[in-house]
Structure formats: structure tokens, C-alpha cells
């Protein structure tokens, strides 16, 4: 919608400083149009991991967390949504070069190919494994040397144990998230609706422009991304489920999942599915305002941990994440 020039131009007026600046443009594909010095921002200077006090909705001692460990927390979640899904379309990860940084390196433990029924449901997975991965570079780029690396991911026991938690599996079935068509649908339920709530809360936590309008970027396309999967379990309706799936159908399933998130991140009842109570569509969850809830990091560490307890690792992540956000709060 913008050209480069432009581009640079909002990127020198809201960055905090240079390198930070440097670091967008290179992202944005930007360079060579030029930097502005800090004394065109007024002579107000602005560190890019300048500290801010937290407020989360759940706590209500504050915590110190700086923008680079805020970004580096959602980096965390890009390297498991871009795993998901390029396993799902292609097969394979990430490449190598994508996946170093600071923190333990960990590998993938499952993943394959998923065979579509439906072209709709294919396309879907190949255009969201692209952002993803686009999302995976750029946070990286951003970051430069204090991204972390991608820590270990299980994309095989932690959707079973999830499953099982949701009343969507018996107790000692497995769930293989890339079975079919319905049982990737809800998989990718489960990560998106969740992605949306994550940014949403980490906006606040956010003190330099950049790194906010970035973030906010990036909000939207996972919004996006949720509204389509949530769109296409709602079509599902009536249809056969997924292999070795309880219930009636997937509009069914959503709920039971959104039962379980809401049981991990704490007392109150905010998570939705893709219908609502009168069965009637629910593919944006909002409160009465129309405005989509927030989660804390914790919030979220609680869900991909797996857990309502404070811990430092389980579910999708066996090691913990990298980076300094990487506790979930005590909510058992």
C-alpha cells in the first residue's frame, strides 16, 4: 500500500534509535533510503529494550519486562506456528539458518504432511505456513543478534494430552494433529485464537513505536488467520470428524477446546468457540463491546505449557521457551 520511501519515513519517525531503525529498515527491505539522526526525533532518546512496567490483568504486582523480551516472547510463538504449519504443507521445518540464536537450540519432535479433502482447506495452511515464516524472519531481523533461538517443540504428545484434556479423545487415545483434514483444522483452532489473544496483551507491554506498530502488524494477520480457521470448522458442520474423535461434529469440538484453554489461563470465562450458546456463529470472539480479550504471556505459557500452574516448560514447549518471559502464572 506504501511505497519504500514512505515506508523509511514513518520507520525514522517513531523508531527509538538507530539501530533499532537500521534493524527495521532492513526488515521493511528498505535500506539505502536514508536514516535520520536522533535529533530528529526531538532529542528525546528512547533505548529499544528500554524497561516498562507490566500490569498484568491477572497480577497485581508489577513486573519489569523490556520490548526485546516482550518481541523475543512472541518470537517463541512464531517458531511453533511455523512449524505447524510447514510440517502440515510441506512436510518439513524451518531451514536451519532460521532457527539459531541465543538460548538452547532444541529440534521438532513430530509433524508430516497433512492430505487435504478440500482445496479451500489446503490453500488455507500453504498461505498461513507462508506468514508464519515470513513472521519467524522478520522478528529475527529485528531483533538481530539478541533473537533467540528456537527452543524444543512436540507437536506430537502435547496435541494428544490437549485433546484428552478437552474431552475430544479418550483417556490413553492418541490425537495425531496431522491425520486429516478436521484434525489439523482444530490443531490450528487451538494456536491461532490463541496467537490473537497474545499479542493483544503483549501490546501494552511495548514502550518503542516501532517494535508496537510491528506487533500490531502482526496482530492482524493472526486475526485473519483465526477467522479463517474458525470459518472453516464452522463449515465442517455435520461432517465426519477427525480420526478417533468424540462427538458430534467440529463446531462441537471448538467449544470443548475452548473450554479446556479457558480451565488453563485462569477464573475467568472469555474463550469462545466457533458457536455460541444458542449455536448460532461465533467466528470473532468478543466481549459485549465487540472487542477481542487479552491474555498475559503467562496467560499463554499456561495454555502451550499446558498447565494452570507456574512452570517453565511442558505441553508444546518440554524445555521452556528462550528468552526472559518464560514463567506461566499460578492459576491451579
Known sequence: MFGKRYAASMINR??????????????????????????????????????MTARPAVKEAAAEVSDSAVLNFALNLEYLEAEFYLHAVTGKGLADSLTTGTGSRGGVTGGRAVRFKTKAARQYAQEIAGDEKAHVAFLRTALGSAAVSRPAIDLRAS???????????R????????????????????????????????????????????????LAVEAYH???????????????????????????????????????????????GVVDREGRANIVPTDANGIAFSRTPGQVLNIVYLTPKAATSGGFFPKGVNGDVNTSDANG
Open 226 to 272: 483465526a477467522a479463517n480457521i474458525r470459518t472453516a470448522l464452522y463449515q465442517h458442520s455435520g461432517g465426519i470428524l477427525g480420526l478417533g474423535l468424540l462427538g458430534r461434529d467440529l463446531r462441537e469440538a471448538s467449544v470443548k477446546l475452548s473450554d479446556a484453554r479457558d480451565s488453563l489461563d485462569g477464573t475467568s470465562d472469555l474463550d469462545q
Open 159 to 169: 496435541f494428544t494430552a490437549a485433546a484428552q484434556a478437552a474431552g475430544l479423545v
Open 14 to 51: 517513531s523508531a527509538g534509535n538507530e539501530q533499532d531503525r537500521r534493524r527495521f529498515l532492513r526488515a521493511a527491505g528498505v535500506t539505502g533510503l536514508g536514516v535520520v539522526g536522533a535529533g530528529a526525533l526531538g532529542g528525546v532518546a528512547v533505548p529499544a529494550a528500554a524497561a
Open 171 to 218: 483417556k490413553g487415545q492418541s490425537f495425531d494433529a496431522f491425520a486429516c483434514e478436521e484434525n489439523f483444522l482444530l490443531a490450528a483452532y487451538l494456536f491461532e485464537d490463541v496467537g490473537v489473544t497474545a499479542y493483544k496483551g503483549a501490546a501494552p507491554l511495548i514502550s518503542n513505536k516501532t517494535y508496537l506498530e510491528a506487533a500490531a502488524g502482526i
